[in-house]
């Protein structure tokens, strides 16, 4: 299925399920790896109570540890938290089984939008849709006469009167952390142009009208953002507005439900959810949609499988939506979108390009994200850099034969 049918089956909802206790229970040992924000920590916690042996680790670094873990014989790990952007390594490496015989046991409670299929094949199982899309302070807005912007050129606007207000320290965060953050704002933005990422021979567009206008965009971003842009990850980002010093962003989904979180937001209620800015008028929004979901390790046993492949779905249930419906836009029995998804199913239904899961576009990504900082600081010029970024590029993909 495809990206966009994930967003608009969630943002329908899905009719709600009965919460039933654990369906399957062990005291094996199960060991998970996955991102660390708070949908992964419920779905996790909801694991937990069904196998109390579960080891997890929640580590925003999962990407670059998955490939290496999951190749050991046997593997370190027997559950992966992916995403489409992430998939793609483990796929190529062959460090992940097809899941066709265990959907077909254990996962009828599973819908036709949750299964990854991979060349004919279930590769994954998706719990959730992800995108960057508009955080704002309602407050900061409605007390200025601001409306919600709905382009770039609004929000850029928008944070100079803010800025005039002294309202916030910085108007605008953003995830522009050196590396792979980086590169996932400038694809967002590049998509917002128009741009076209690799053509079918596997030769990156990047070098062209729309990147240099996606890079200057990004460089006007950084004109009202905390000076330290590059060290600014995801929860960089989330604190920033829980602690009331920004005022708008384009923040991952996942993050919504941690501003209206009593226990460590200052800004609860405070934070409206919106589309994604356009780049331009009319154009598609500047961001991407992405799943997120588990696989199950290759190098383990059969009967390790089987029991790690019954642990996660004891974590994708409609329990588990129940007591975490806000933590994201779940793909699962239950879920009920309230305003917290409201950015992203506004983003979604609008048809943004869904993030490529393919070799070009991982080796691309890490292309960019190691040169465009070179233009943001002012040491290259925006051609410069996406010029080197396209050198790394092709280099990289003449060496993983992708190049054709």
Not at 1 to 25: D, N, Q
Not at 42 to 54: F, H, I, Y
Request: proline letters at 5%; charged letters at 20%; one cysteine or more.
């Amino acid at each position: 299925m495809s990206s966009r049918t994930f967003a608009l089956a969630a943002a329908l909802g899905l009719v709600s399920g009965p919460a039933l206790a654990c369906g399957f229970t062990t005291d094996a040992t199960v060991r998970h790896l996955s991102a660390a924000f708070p949908a992964w920590v419920a779905v996790t916690e909801a694991m937990r109570e069904c196998a109390p042996n579960l080891q997890a680790e929640l580590d925003q670094e999962f990407r670059t540890k998955q490939p290496t873990a999951f190749a050991a014989q046997p593997s370190l790990y027997h559950i992966g938290g992916v995403a489409n952007g992430t998939l793609t390594p483990l796929l190529n490496a062959g460090t992940i089984r097809p899941l066709d015989d265990l959907v077909a046991r254990f996962g009828e409670n599973l819908s036709e939008n949750q299964l990854i299929r991979i060349d004919g094949r279930i590769m994954a199982i998706a719990m959730m849709v992800n995108n960057q899309h508009l955080m704002y302070r309602q407050d900061i807005l409605e007390e200025l006469d601001i409306p919600v912007p709905e382009t770039w050129d609004e929000v850029l606007a928008a944070a100079a009167k803010i800025r005039e207000a002294g309202l916030v320290e910085h108007p605008i965060g953003a995830t522009m952390q050196t590396g792979w953050n980086l590169a996932q704002d400038f694809i967002n933005m590049f998509a917002g142009f128009g741009g076209t990422l690799i053509d079918a021979d596997g030769r990156p567009g990047i070098n062209s009208e729309a990147g240099v206008r996606a890079l200057e965009m990004m460089k006007a971003k950084t004109e009202f953002m905390d000076p330290e842009f590059l060290v600014s990850d995801s929860t960089y980002v989330q604190q920033q507005f829980q602690q009331g010093r920004i005022a708008m962003a384009n923040l991952w989904a996942t993050r919504a439900a941690a501003m209206d979180d009593e226990s460590e937001s200052q800004v609860v209620g405070k934070v409206g959810m919106a589309a994604a800015p356009r780049a331009v008028e009319g154009g598609p929004p500047a961001s991407t949609i992405w799943w997120d979901g588990i696989v199950i390790a290759a190098n383990i046993t059969d009967e390790e499988a089987e029991t790690a492949f019954r642990v996660a779905l004891e974590g994708l249930t409609p329990r588990m939506v129940e007591a975490n419906n806000d933590a994201a836009v779940w793909l699962i029995d239950g879920f009920e979108p309230g305003r917290l998804a409201e950015g992203a199913i506004a983003t979604a239904m609008l048809g943004p390009i869904a993030y490529p899961s393919s070799v070009e576009m991982g080796l691309l990504h890490t292309a960019i994200g190691n040169n465009i900082a070179d233009f943001l600081t002012g040491r290259e010029s925006a051609e410069q850099s996406l010029a080197d970024a396209e050198e790394a590029y092709l280099a990289a993909a003449r060496e993983a034969g992708v190049l054709r």
